[in-house]
């Protein structure tokens, strides 16, 4: 069997791990999901490769934060938003826990990354 | 700009899409670079209070969260399918008050909203749209109701009487009806009613359109005060930088003006093209062919039209005749059965425009269709679209 579980059907999706939930039950900053960025700068991820790997990193917005992705340049190319888990990762990054960002798929307006904690 | 709708988890399996939007969280995170200070009044499952809350900043807007006990989920096929609300029932919450001098109301499943508002815009969404906006209290100077593609079709789209009616019981001044791949159509109190394109783009997600469509519409016409058929014209132009890959925030449609129209089709008949020799393939062929009926194509089947029950002879020439007689070929190559590979040559060789849906495939594979100008599509809902637009000057 290959492919991903199929999340619409067979009960509550809500219930199934959010992205952003870790699946390493014993460690929840452990975190390993792949999204779609948010607010894409075309002229930035123009530039860029899939393989490439961004930065992961805080930014304030009012007395909010929130998660940007940046390349290699130092460029914004996009930020972590709209999915369950996105105040965990906050959290586990308030905590000590870094991550990156390595872009899989690029089309469009549409650049999609898989976001893993970086080795302590 | 006050807006004030449901956060809701949407899944999808293909494309693959699990995230936190709903109407409200979506409609605000797409107009807040134009409207700064946007805020957006919800309901959201307790668990995700903090990551909504933490997405709005990240989209440039506030949501201000009312916490309520269900996880409320729409799933979906792909982006053309219907939803599967779940929990179907959800617990009734007690209304949200909203007040401001433009807001955009979205319908609930979970609640309601009483808005006092300058300008209004209200898009009933799952509710009944027979249910006035200002039956729950709320009030309007002026109020612009926006009724989805499934509302607008039950209505009849050129059925003045009942919009007029619809009017007077809402007390709107404009009735917006959303066509889907068509445009839209608004309906102005006393006054004309105008057909609004919708327009290119080079991808269409779906999923989340219509509520774009309302908060642009709300801010070209609640906020900056812009006529209701040019506002809608810019709402139309912003879903189309919305579609091409989910695309938020929006940045001002008027800056498009080299973006082209999609043109209404004339002759417009789709000959379907695609292998039925399995479950999997019968069941795509049965979801294309009501998908592109159900956005108002009209489609020359061969499994339907044809059949299989005829000698080869007579399924070949039954099954070209109606080709010819096709403007266009939308063809599901997956799997590259040599009947639909047949059927895409000979179209070709008619110069019959053909777009084909692949979604697994080796580069080299396309080479012939690439080079005798199919269009190649990775993705159903963009095939289905590509399919029924025409691009225009």
Not at chain 2, 101 to 106: A, E, Q, W
Not at chain 2, 117 to 131: G, H, I, K, L, S
Request: with cysteine; net charge negative; charged share 20%.
């Amino acid at each position: 069997m290959s492919g991903n579980s199929n999340p619409s059907r067979g009960g509550d999706p809500a219930k199934k791990a959010g992205l952003a939930k870790g699946t390493k039950s014993a460690d929840r900053c452990d975190l390993d999901f792949s999204v779609d960025l948010s607010t894409v700068k075309l002229q930035v991820v123009r530039n860029l490769a899939t393989g490439t790997i961004l930065a992961v990193e805080l930014t304030s917005i009012g007395r909010l934060q929130a998660v940007i992705c940046k390349e290699p340049g130092g460029g914004v190319v996009g930020t972590l938003a709209a999915f369950e888990g996105l105040a965990d990762l906050i959290d586990c990054m308030h905590r000590g826990n870094s991550y990156t960002a390595t872009i899989l798929r690029i089309s469009g307006a549409t650049c999609t990354v898989h976001v893993r904690r970086k080795a302590q | 700009m006050i807006v004030v709708g449901g956060t809701y988890l949407e899944v999808c399996l293909r494309p693959e899409w699990r995230r936190l939007f709903g109407s409200g969280l979506r409609a605000a995170c797409a107009v807040a670079e134009l409207s700064p200070g946007t805020v957006v009044h919800t309901y959201g499952f307790e668990e995700w209070k903090k990551d909504i809350e933490y997405s709005a900043a990240a989209l440039q807007c506030e949501a201000k969260v009312t916490s309520i006990k269900d996880a409320i989920s729409f799933s979906y096929d792909h982006p053309l399918s219907s939803a599967i609300q779940h929990p179907q029932s959800p617990k009734q919450n007690s209304s949200l008050r909203v007040s401001g001098d433009t807001v955009l109301r979205f319908g609930f499943v979970e609640g309601d909203a009483i808005v006092a508002a300058e300008y209004a815009v209200y898009d009933p969404q799952f509710c009944d749209p027979a249910v006035s906006f200002r039956s729950n209290g709320s009030v309007a100077k002026h109020l612009a109701v926006v009724l989805s593609e499934e509302e607008a079709a039950a209505l009849g789209h050129d059925n003045r009487p009942a919009i007029q009616a619809l009017m007077e019981h809402h007390g709107a001044e404009v009735i917006v009806l959303k066509c889907g791949p068509r445009g839209a159509i608004v309906h102005v109190r006393e006054g004309n009613t105008t057909e609004i394109h919708p327009y290119w783009s080079n991808s269409v997600f779906k999923i989340g359109s219509g509520d774009v469509f309302s908060a642009a519409f709300a801010l070209y016409w609640g906020e900056r005060r812009i006529n209701p058929a040019t506002a809608a014209d810019l709402a139309s132009r912003s879903v189309a930088q919305f579609v091409d890959g989910h695309n938020l925030p929006l940045h001002e449609a008027s800056y498009d003006k080299d973006r082209s129209a999609v043109m209404p089709a004339t002759n417009n008949k789709i000959y379907l093209a695609g292998p039925f020799f399995d479950l999997a393939q019968r069941w795509m062929i049965e979801e294309t062919l009501q998908t592109l009926k159900r956005l108002g194509a009209t489609v020359f089947s061969p499994l339907h039209e044809v059949g299989t029950q005829q000698s080869s002879v007579e399924i070949a020439h039954a099954d070209l005749r109606g080709l010819v007689a096709c403007s266009k070929v939308l063809a599901l190559l997956d799997g590259m059965d040599p009947g639909t590979i047949f059927e895409v040559g000979y179209a070709r060789a008619l110069n019959i425009p053909v777009v084909a849906l692949v979604e697994r495939f080796e580069p080299e594979h396309l080479t012939m269709f690439e080079g005798s100008g199919c269009e190649i599509m990775h993705d159903f809902t963009t095939a289905i679209y590509r399919t029924i637009w025409t691009k225009g000057q």
